[in-house]
């Protein structure tokens, strides 16, 4: 389980100051990319390698409208490993474990150049099988 704070900023709102739908999906990301930068994978590098992960199915679950200037934490738990995906839990909390938004997103392994599924790189599946 990964955790990343956020604040939300004037852009990420609308005019009534409240976080815009498509940009949970932007936290999400946000906290994905720090969670590989955690483990010591940098994303320049998967690319030079023509590695590139790609978001393939994402279902979103609004609970609470998250506003301008909250200090907001994306909680990150990968849920399921396969071969050339990653499942991951993710959920928008505040400091009180409140749930603002919660999502399931199915993350595809790709090589770029083909834009065909390949296998996930053996460092980052060890990271799972030793429950990083």
Not at 17 to 40: D, P
Not at 42 to 55: E, G, K, M, N, P
Request: proline share 2%.
């Amino acid at each position: 389980m990964f955790r990343w704070p956020i604040t939300v900023y004037y852009e990420d709102t609308d005019a009534g100051g409240v976080v815009y739908h498509s940009n949970y999906l932007k936290f999400f990301e946000r906290a994905r990319t720090e969670w590989l930068r955690h483990i010591g994978v940098q994303q320049t590098s998967l690319l030079a390698d023509d590695i590139a992960f790609v978001v393939k199915h994402a279902d979103l679950d609004f609970k609470v409208a998250a506003k301008f200037e909250q200090n907001l934490l994306v909680v990150t738990e990968v849920i399921e490993l396969k071969k050339a995906s990653l499942t991951f839990k993710q959920q928008l909390l505040d400091e009180d474990g409140r749930v603002y938004c919660e999502g399931t997103i199915l993350v595809a392994c790709i090589a770029l150049s083909r834009m065909r599924p390949r296998a996930i790189p053996q460092n980052i599946v060890q990271e799972f099988n030793c429950g990083s």
